[in-house]
């Protein structure tokens, strides 16, 4: 029976390796000596992470449904079965409340636990656990017992799979104190933040995008090294603008780059700003870049209301940058319905590059 649903999950959370990895061109001219940068996807990266911080420190473990011997629903976890054995690397029943009752009681007895969500949706199962449990206990112990524990996966619309599995849960877990949220884009996103959430000692949730998996990026020589991490908390300014901001995270900062390469033919320069760490916040970078740009739009995939964007902009009018902006902020957010299963549909109801290079023109009155 166990068996017989997980390959129902799989067949259901299969999807196609879509999405645009950011086109990196060759640099010109004569360089001495050029740092050695290689073509990494985002699902190599996650298991280079993983493999880093299990070698590293022998507290550390993963569990969830099919991460041993079938090496992950998305092949994230391939070969850690082989090589860190069952003690470390264990596969689960089809159980999200037990399983991520265990990793939470593991990481209060001084374990540092990744737990493995075939996706977020799933996490609904387990979401007291991850709140009340991992996310509460620091506070209501007094400081006494940390919960160094990573809960990751992947998050948002893939390709459909209808409403049941196409969330978006960065506003969800954003809103609780007590957790850290992050959400990578890159490859190097992907692969710093993760070893810096297994490395941190509060609980922190990881929403990953399962059409990102198989996007390759470049990877500097930086990031290939054992010790690179990503700091939570704070944002990357992937493109710099001067004409608008747009802010975003996950898949969505790959089609603020792809709009900000259209229009800057049209001379208008977009400052792309990649969240990066959706809790806490890094509202210092977008207010920096809304005094420099006097423009705000804001992109996700998720639902409207109470969303990431509409915290951003909360933020922004109750703060300094306020008084620089030129025109209201807008929101580019899914749309307020459960996600439909027909491809067209399932298309509209996401923010699309046409619709960023729409929202920027009307912004900026052009």
């Known amino acids: 029976m166990a068996a017989a649903a997980g390959a129902l999950r799989r067949l259901v959370r299969c999807g196609p390796q879509q999405g645009l990895g950011r086109l990196l061109q ?82 209060m007895a001084g374990l540092r636990p990744i737990c493995e969500f075939m996706t977020f949706n799933f996490s609904m199962q387990a979401i007291d656990q991850v709140i009340n449990s991992a996310g509460k206990t620091l506070y ?51 692969k710093g933040l993760l070893k810096a959430s297994v490395r941190d000692d509060n609980p922190v949730v ?3 995008n399962e059409l990102m998996y198989g996007v390759p990026f470049e990877m500097s020589e930086e990031a290939q090294s054992k010790d690179f991490l990503v700091p939570i908390g704070k944002a990357k300014i992937e493109r710099q603008g001067t004409h608008v901001t747009l802010v ?19 001379g208008v320069e977009c400052e792309v700003v990649n969240l990066r760490t959706i809790r806490p916040m890094d509202v210092e970078s977008i207010e920096a870049s809304v005094v420099k740009t006097n423009h705000l739009i804001t992109v996700e995939g998720g639902w409207p209301q109470f969303g990431v964007g509409a915290e951003i902009c909360a933020r922004i009018m109750e703060g300094p940058a306020f008084n620089y902006l030129d025109a209201p902020a807008v929101r580019l957010t899914g749309a307020d319905v459960p996600m439909p299963y027909a491809k067209v549909l399932e298309e509209n109801c996401l923010p699309q590059v046409k619709d960023i290079i729409f929202a920027v023109k009307k912004t900026l009155n052009i």
């Open 26 to 107: 060759p640099r010109s001219g004569i360089h001495g000596s050029a740092p050695a940068a290689v073509q990494v996807t985002v699902r190599d990266a996650l298991n280079q992470a993983l493999d880093e911080e299990l070698e590293r420190d022998e507290k550390v473990f993963l569990l969830g449904e099919e991460v041993a011997q079938y090496d992950g629903a998305y092949k994230i976890s391939r070969g850690l079965w082989k090589k860190y054995g069952d003690k470390r690397i264990i596969d689960t029943p089809i159980s999200e409340m037990g399983f991520t009752g265990i990793a939470v009681g593991a990481a």
């Open 140 to 190: 209501m112990s007094a400081g006494m017992v940390p919960v160094p524990v990573v809960f990751r996966g992947p998050n948002g619309a893939s390709a459909g799979v209808g409403a049941q599995h196409s969330q978006c849960f960065a506003a969800w877990y954003g809103h609780c104190p007590g957790l850290k949220v992050v959400s990578p884009w890159s490859s190097e996103d992907a």
């Open 206 to 208: 990881m929403l990953e």
């Open 248 to 266: 975003s995270h996950s898949r969505s900062v790959g089609h603020c780059l792809e709009a900000a390469a259209v229009l800057v033919k049209e």
